[in-house]
């Protein structure tokens, strides 16, 4: 939950939807009502197509509570003063493929490895799942149903791309846990990019009605296809307010194609780093309005640093679409995929250029030997790994070598002193740290006094911490 201005509250929702045989996107025909007998018509045909493809998705998992005592911890555990108890939650799924394949949102199956996940589909039947893969820059995840040999109904995608504001749409999805529900409204807004759900800020707005219960729920358009996964809504008081917010279809496939090749989400790496136009510095430029995408740092041997951009240069479209901001164009560059190339337009000096850029992941050198710290010392609970441009795309930093935090256990040492991911590890007690190896040594050691300089956001912390 999390409070935006105007004193609104934003809750996460989100949704799921399925993907089409092949991958082809269909364009229909667009026109407004021209009689009366026009006017008078229903959503049945469009609920029956794609209502049997959205399910129920039931988590439950255990969760601790109770106090923590680091120095009774020392003696007993981290169990020490603390219980277990079951805790449910609910949300909404789409069905993407005949084989059970499910879209959801990440926020909905988020847990530990003892997470159980089970969905519902709208005739009742009920199946256990398996994640496959977790996205939380996305807020998207995958799930597959086990072992059915069932043939299931399921969505297409849409192009997201040729939604204009004004069409009609549906959500489906299990608000409040009434069961599933359809309601309608029409696409109010595209590309919102200032929302504050995930890291790709890229929204289909809508008024159809969204309450808590849709997330991982299915947005769709008038043939049935899928146009977006529903996220979130604006709401003084939790409540649907005519304000939803829905991740593009577009976006959407790119995790579900992720997910069946294994592993994390492929998505492109540029090698710069870009940031908002100023309203002083679209003036300097002598820029009529602040729009765009502003270079601010460029990777001596990535892919735009190839291409010929450079720092200072503004993106201002990606394959002839505008990129109003940098959102914007992270959203344009990440559904590319990555193979073949995409065309930049960039203004620098008041001149327009186009510069191509090579569609390829970012690269894991060196390898990023990840390890989870474990142990009486500060940093017990924290996962590290060697920065590559790989890791550093993913922690969004712009550093590439050293050691990083990559996460951090509920409960350890290192989330109770206030480590972070993205944090990188540059000392400690006199020691420099260059490989996630040589950290775990450094943590081996034998001392009732820690002292650590940690990196985080350009910024060095120099700390003392006696244990």
């Given at each position: 939950?999390?409070?935006?201005?105007?004193?609104?509250?934003?809750?996460?929702?989100?949704?799921?939807?399925?993907?089409?045989?092949?991958?082809?996107?269909?364009?229909?025909?667009?026109?407004?009502?021209?009689?009366?007998?026009?006017?008078?018509?229903?959503?049945?045909?469009?609920?029956?197509?794609?209502?049997?493809?959205?399910?129920?998705?039931?988590?439950?998992?255990?969760?601790?509570?109770?106090?923590?005592?680091?120095?009774?911890?020392?003696?007993?555990?981290?169990?020490?003063?603390?219980?277990?108890?079951?805790?449910?939650?609910?949300?909404?799924?789409?069905?993407?493929?005949?084989?059970?394949?499910?879209?959801?949102?990440?926020?909905?199956?988020?847990?530990?490895?003892?997470?159980?996940?089970?969905?519902?589909?709208?005739?009742?039947?009920?199946?256990?799942?398996?994640?496959?893969?977790?996205?939380?820059?996305?807020?998207?995840?995958?799930?597959?149903?086990?072992?059915?040999?069932?043939?299931?109904?399921?969505?297409?995608?849409?192009?997201?791309?040729?939604?204009?504001?004004?069409?009609?749409?549906?959500?489906?999805?299990?608000?409040?846990?009434?069961?599933?529900?359809?309601?309608?409204?029409?696409?109010?807004?595209?590309?919102?990019?200032?929302?504050?759900?995930?890291?790709?800020?890229?929204?289909?707005?809508?008024?159809?009605?969204?309450?808590?219960?849709?997330?991982?729920?299915?947005?769709?358009?008038?043939?049935?296809?899928?146009v977006g996964i529903n996220t979130a809504i604006f709401s003084k008081s939790g409540g649907s307010q005519g304000i939803g917010f829905a991740i593009p279809a577009n976006m959407v496939r790119l995790v579900v194609d992720s997910a069946l090749q294994g592993g994390s989400v492929r998505r492109p790496?540029?090698?710069?780093?870009?940031?908002?136009?100023?309203?002083?510095?679209?003036?300097?430029?002598?820029?009529?309005?602040?729009?765009?995408?502003?270079?601010?740092?460029?990777?001596?041997e990535g892919p735009a640093a190839s291409a010929g951009l450079k720092t200072g240069d503004i993106v201002v479209s990606v394959d002839g679409k505008e990129v109003p901001d940098p959102n914007a164009f992270q959203y344009r560059f990440t559904t590319k995929g990555t193979s073949g190339e995409v065309?930049?337009?960039?203004?620098?000096?008041?001149?327009?250029?186009?510069?191509?850029?090579?569609?390829?992941?970012?690269?894991?050198?060196?390898?990023?030997?990840?390890?989870?710290?474990?142990?009486?010392?500060?940093?017990?609970?924290?996962?590290?790994?060697?920065?590559?441009?790989?890791?550093?795309?993913?922690?969004?930093?712009?550093?590439?070598?050293?050691?990083?935090?990559?996460?951090?256990?509920?409960?350890?040492?290192?989330?109770?002193?206030?480590?972070?991911?993205?944090?990188?590890?540059?000392?400690?007690?006199?020691?420099?740290?260059?490989?996630?190896?040589?950290?775990?040594?450094?943590?081996?050691?034998?001392?009732?006094?820690?002292?650590?300089?940690?990196?985080?956001?350009?910024?060095?912390?120099?700390?003392?911490?006696?244990?």
């Open positions: 939950m999390k409070t935006p201005a105007a004193a609104k509250t934003l809750v996460v929702l989100g949704l799921l939807f399925a993907m089409a045989p092949g991958g082809t996107f269909a364009q229909a025909v667009k026109k407004t009502p021209d009689s009366k007998e026009q006017i008078a018509f229903s959503y049945a045909p469009v609920v029956k197509r794609a209502a049997p493809a959205v399910v129920n998705v039931y988590v439950r998992q255990r969760v601790r509570q109770g106090f923590s005592n680091p120095f009774l911890e020392q003696f007993f555990g981290r169990q020490f003063g603390q219980s277990e108890r079951v805790q449910s939650s609910l949300g909404s799924g789409v069905i993407v493929a005949a084989s059970g394949l499910i879209v959801t949102n990440n926020h909905v199956v988020q847990g530990d490895a003892g997470t159980e996940v089970k969905v519902a589909l709208s005739d009742a039947r009920e199946f256990d799942v398996k994640v496959l893969l977790k996205d939380e820059r996305t807020d998207l995840a995958v799930l597959q149903i086990k072992n059915s040999g069932i043939e299931f109904p399921y969505l297409t995608f849409a192009d997201a791309d040729l939604l204009e504001v004004g069409d009609l749409v549906l959500a489906i999805g299990n608000p409040f846990g009434v069961g599933q529900t359809i309601t309608s409204g029409i696409v109010s807004a595209l590309a919102r990019t200032r929302v504050g759900i995930s890291d790709y800020q890229f929204f289909i707005q809508t008024d159809a009605a969204i309450n808590p219960g849709n997330s991982g729920g299915a947005l769709v358009d008038m043939q049935g296809r899928l790496w540029l090698g710069a780093n870009l940031i908002e136009v100023s309203p002083d510095f679209a003036n300097a430029a002598g820029l009529d309005r602040a729009a765009g995408a502003l270079v601010s740092y460029v990777a001596e065309s930049l337009e960039v203004l620098r000096g008041g001149t327009r250029r186009k510069l191509t850029i090579p569609l390829m992941v970012a690269p894991e050198a060196p390898p990023r030997d990840a390890l989870s710290l474990t142990g009486s010392h500060p940093l017990s609970g924290a996962k590290i790994a060697n920065l590559s441009p790989a890791v550093a795309d993913e922690l969004s930093i712009t550093e590439t070598k050293g050691v990083a935090v990559l996460e951090t256990e509920f409960y350890s040492n290192a989330r109770r002193i206030g480590i972070q991911p993205g944090d990188i590890v540059v000392e400690v007690n006199g020691e420099k740290i260059e490989t996630s190896r040589g950290l775990e040594k450094a943590m081996s050691k034998s001392t009732r006094i820690w002292r650590m300089s940690i990196q985080r956001k350009g910024e060095l912390i120099r700390t003392s911490i006696a244990m």
